[in-house]
């Protein structure tokens, strides 16, 4: 079921001085953990049911509520993908997409099909530590990603094989030498 | 040997070639160089003494001394890379080796950590945070607007809600802090600021929670706390325009959904 509400009524409690500073027993503290994650839970087909509105594809997507440890089982596994980025601030933003992979050379198109320059990084150990078994990636791609005010912007990724590799430092040193 | 820096085109990171620890931080369009240290601290949570039986716990924040103690003398800087997107330091088993994974707490200390920065300028006991990210109040070291303040508690009594910003400033630079969780702040000598980061405490303060605040709750367990910290140096006149801005986008952030189907063909607002 979509709805927000769920989640307004955990943000409701959740102002509650306990839940900012701290000062609650810790089943309480798991409660509102739980709490928080059953509403965003529900708000994440919200957000699912209003991109299909909008965009008129009707396809699975997918959120990944641990990219702050640096795990995602999508990114992990697959070689192709689009990353959708909804700004909820009535300005244009950009922003750095951190995406866990397992990968070391990755496109990044934006929604014009221009490349986007990206870096890969290695997840440090600390984080790999902190998300035990919720993902397994190795490296970060990063890229700089923009969204207009109030809307959002896609951007298309894909694994760079091996060939594609050896390709493309073919035809940069072809054009080199021309 | 040389120094490691990080740079863009607005602001160059020094990092310090013996310590690893960030050493000067340069405003690269404002011409503004300011040395700065930042490393990380604990206090060393009280658990009574002779002049008071309060222990320091969930409600009441007590450090058994205004000094805290130092994690790391060196953060050992082991990966420095860059490019045009990104550029990222890494410091190793800085805290993470000694202080945070608690397992067992042999030592039997609560240990309350911070982040310290430390830099030249002249504060004069005056430092500033927020009100849940609206009003900016101004903080003076050991006194109250209202009344004559006797201080007993040097560290705690000057601790102040940081819930997404606290700064420092002179006549002309600013240094400003954007925080990614409500925590608390201060700022205990002039020309420094630190950040409270996590608390691991043994005892209950007898304040009404009745548990030692202990995450997750067994002594045995570890934890590993990860957060951010956002940095600014800039003038005086010129922080508000970046610290605004930043923290709007920090705290309403994008939000990333993925998939693996064709590209949603919707750009506009």
Known sequence: ?178 | GDSLQLQNEYYKVTFDSDTGLVSQIENLHKGINLPITQNFYWYNASIGDAKSSQASGAYIFRPDSFNPLLISKTAKTYVVKHNAVYGEVILGALINKDVSSGKGQRDRWGKEIISRFKTPLQTNATFYTDANGREILQRRRDYRATWKLEQTEPVAGNYYPVNSRIYIKDGKQQLTVLTDRSQGGSSIMDGSFELMLHRRLLYDDHRGVDEPLSEPGDYNVGLVVRGKHILFLDTVDASADLHRPQAQQEFMSPQIVLSTGQQYPYWMG
């Open chain 1, 1 to 178: 079921k979509a709805d927000s509400f769920t989640l307004k009524e955990a943000m409701a409690v959740a102002q509650h001085h306990d839940a900012v500073s701290g000062t609650e027993k810790q089943h309480v503290a798991d409660d509102y953990a739980k709490r928080l994650a059953a509403g965003w839970s529900r708000c994440q087909v919200l957000v699912s049911n209003a991109l299909a509105s909008l965009s008129g594809i009707k396809q699975n997507v997918h959120f990944c509520n641990y990219l702050n440890v640096s795990a995602c089982r999508l990114t992990e596994a697959a070689s192709n993908f689009t990353v959708v980025l909804y700004n909820p601030l009535p300005r244009r933003v950009t922003w750095n997409v951190r995406l866990p992979m397992n990968g070391t050379s990755y496109t990044v198109t934006d929604p014009k099909g221009k490349t986007v320059p990206n870096k890969v990084m290695q997840v440090s150990a600390f984080t790999k530590q902190v998300r035990q078994d919720k993902g397994s990636a190795v490296n970060e791609l990063v890229f700089q990603a923009a969204a207009p005010a109030l809307g959002f912007s896609t951007y298309s990724v894909s694994r760079l094989t091996e060939d594609s590799l050896w390709r493309r430092l073919a035809q940069r040193a072809q054009k080199t030498q021309l």
